[in-house]
Each structure stands twice: as C-alpha cells, then as structure tokens.
C-alpha cells in the first residue's frame, strides 16, 4: 500500500495510490471500512472555513469481483478478474470544536462486461453529492448507499459517536440499512491511562447485496463495509491501561445472525442477490471473540511491543459449532487491523 500526495494549496489536496479507507470514528464502519483488500484509489479533498471546519472528499476507486473477467488469456497466464468501479462523496462539518457531523454517497457502478470493460459515464465522474443519486435511485444497476455520522467530544474525557446508513428503503423484500452507536470513556474514573468503549451495531438483512449478486458492496470477496455482512447485530467493547512502558489490553465482541440454510438466503451473505424468491428464516448463530493480553512497549515510533495473551473464538451455530482458544506470544509492531471476527 502506498500514495502519493499533492496539497495543491492550502484548501485542496490530491492523493493517487493504492490501499484501503474508513469512514466514521468506531471500530467497526457500515459505509466504508479497511475489512477488504487495497484497492487503486484517487481521492480529492477540499477544506473550506475560517478553520478548515468543513472538508469535502470524492474518491473514486477500482474493484475486483473474483469471477473470471470474460477475457480469454493464454495457457499458463493468470486470468483476469471482472472490473467494477466505486465512487464515494462524503461531507464533514465541525463546529462549536466539539462537535462533528458528516454525510456520505457511495456507489458501485455497473461492473464490467464480457471483455471485462465497464462502460462508465458522466454520472460517475460528476463531483456533486446526491446529484448521480437523484438520477438513478438507490434502487438500480448501480448499487448506491447513503448514510451519515456524527460525533460528540464531552467533558474532555468521553465521545459519543454513531452513523447510519440506509441501502434501500424498502422494496417488497425488506428495508436495507443499519445504525451504529457507540462511547469512548478516556482517563475513566479519573484513572490515567485507563480507557473504555463499548460500541453497537445492527445491520438489516440483505443491506450491501444487489439482485445481480456481482454488484455487491464488495472487493475480492470481501466486504467493504462490516466483516459480519448484513442481518446481524453486534455488541462489542474493549477495555486497555497503560502503566509506564507496560500495557494491559481486552476486547470482547458478541453478534447474533440469522445465517443462511441450503434452501434459504437469509440475508446475512452479501454475495447472493435479494431477490424476494429467497427470503425465509435462517439458522441463528452467534458469534464471541475475546481477548487479553498483557505487554512491554519498546519503541513507540513504530509501536513495537512484546506481549502474552488469551484468545478465544466461539462460533453456537447448530449444525456446525466451532471453538478454538490459544495462548500466544508475539513480538509485533501492531500497525495493521487484523480482524477474525467474522461468520
């Protein structure tokens, strides 16, 4: 991953590479989160204000379906993947310093054909937010989102923070969309160095997918929004100290889903089409991770540490339960996310 980066002036900036976005302030993002894989990227970002107080971003993106692009390659050549684009706008606003509120389009546009080209026209290059949307129609060939999220800084210690977004309002099968809230408690109880958050999310079945499954809000099989898909509800919270150069770190997260059956499409799987011949009722799962570790930081700079910790992965599925725990020792710079929380 990587990009080149060009501040235009002091109101405008440039960015051309090749990696991965998130959108909100939790852990986990319904709109566009860093799940998936890097994807080819050129974003765009405007700050106008006495103080920069609202900033507005358009990037567009290319994705990867993994099925064959249709174009017929050599033997003994890599085959290609089919092509689909992605165009997102989103709006910030912050005002009274601490409060933040932002809206949020995103679209993947009409993946490619047969010769694995995609036809792409001036609604998906146009930079204005809504206007593609006001065209088509969150209900078309193009599958587009749109959502909003906010953020509350109080008392110097704790922030509020949420988003929602909204997929289809309802189209004979079932209202698209989820909602997230969420806290953060810092220096809780006036202990130094002692933060909390706790966060939940709740997503509708069939919200990311599309009636052409290969529409979905997708890269390499991947979702671009929240690793659990859709039809779920989540709760999840992590709890860390810091005591000089030691740290102390635990997280839990619990969801509930309806997951699919050999004869039923849930919802919850983004890769199969909504359409309304599928609907019924799944098999209930629930899913829990937790855990804890304990750790010496040695460098800062690239937050190189030394840690012991527990991890445990349950999944209460009833025809096929799994659980699997271990203990482990790592010497790591932890710059990534790593997420195994998923059906």
């Given at each position: 991953s990587g990009f080149l980066s060009w501040s235009v002036c002091n109101h405008f900036n440039i960015q051309v590479g090749h990696g991965k976005h998130f959108v909100g302030d939790?852990?986990?993002?319904?709109?566009?989160?860093?799940?998936?894989?890097?994807?080819p990227f050129a974003r765009f970002t405007g700050w106008i204000g006495a103080n920069k107080n609202m900033q507005y971003t358009?990037?567009?993106?290319?994705?990867?379906?993994?099925?064959?692009?249709?174009?017929?390659?050599?033997?003994?050549?890599?085959?290609?993947?089919?092509?689909?684009?992605?165009?997102?706008?989103?709006?910030?606003?912050?005002f009274l310093r601490q409060f933040e509120v932002s809206v949020f389009?995103?679209?993947?546009?009409?993946?490619?054909?047969?010769?694995?080209?995609?036809?792409?026209?001036?609604?998906?290059?146009?930079?204005?937010m809504f206007a593609s949307m006001a065209k088509y129609g969150l209900k078309d060939t193009n599958n587009y989102m749109i959502g909003a999220t906010f953020r509350a800084d109080l008392f110097r210690t704790v922030s509020l923070y949420g988003q929602f977004v909204i997929d289809e309002i309802g189209d004979g099968n079932h209202?698209?969309?989820?909602?997230?809230?969420?806290?953060?408690?810092?220096?809780?109880?006036?202990?130094?160095?002692?933060?909390?958050?706790?966060?939940?999310?709740?997503?509708?079945?069939?919200?990311?997918?599309?009636?052409?499954?290969?529409?979905?809000?997708?890269?390499?099989?991947?979702?671009?929004?929240?690793?659990?898909?859709?039809?779920?509800?989540?709760?999840?919270?992590?709890?860390?100290?810091?005591?000089?150069?030691?740290?102390?770190?635990?997280?839990?997260f619990v969801a509930t889903a309806l997951v699919d059956t050999s004869a039923v499409n849930a919802g919850q799987n983004i890769f199969k089409p909504n359409t309304q011949a599928y609907i019924g009722v799944g098999e209930e799962a629930t899913l829990t991770t937790f855990d804890f570790h304990i750790g010496w930081m040695i460098s800062y700079a690239s937050n190189l540490n030394l840690s012991v910790g527990y991890k445990t992965r349950k999944m209460d599925l009833p025809s096929n339960p799994q659980e699997v725990s271990l203990v482990y020792v790592s010497l790591r710079t932890s710059l990534t996310n790593n997420n195994f929380d998923f059906f």
């Open positions: 939790g852990t986990r993002s319904l709109l566009l989160s860093d799940n998936g894989f890097n994807y358009v990037m567009y993106s290319s994705f990867m379906n993994l099925t064959d692009g249709g174009v017929t390659t050599p033997t003994g050549t890599e085959r290609l993947f089919q092509k689909k684009s992605g165009v997102f706008h989103h709006f910030t606003y912050r389009q995103g679209a993947i546009f009409e993946h490619a054909d047969s010769t694995n080209r995609q036809n792409l026209n001036f609604w998906y290059y146009n930079p204005v209202a698209k969309g989820g909602m997230q809230i969420g806290a953060r408690y810092f220096n809780a109880f006036t202990v130094k160095h002692l933060h909390l958050r706790i966060e939940y999310n709740t997503v509708n079945p069939y919200t990311y997918s599309h009636e052409d499954a290969l529409q979905s809000w997708s890269h390499y099989n991947q979702a671009l929004a929240h690793p659990l898909g859709a039809g779920f509800t989540e709760i999840n919270g992590t709890v860390s100290y810091k005591w000089r150069d030691f740290f102390a770190y635990a997280n839990i």
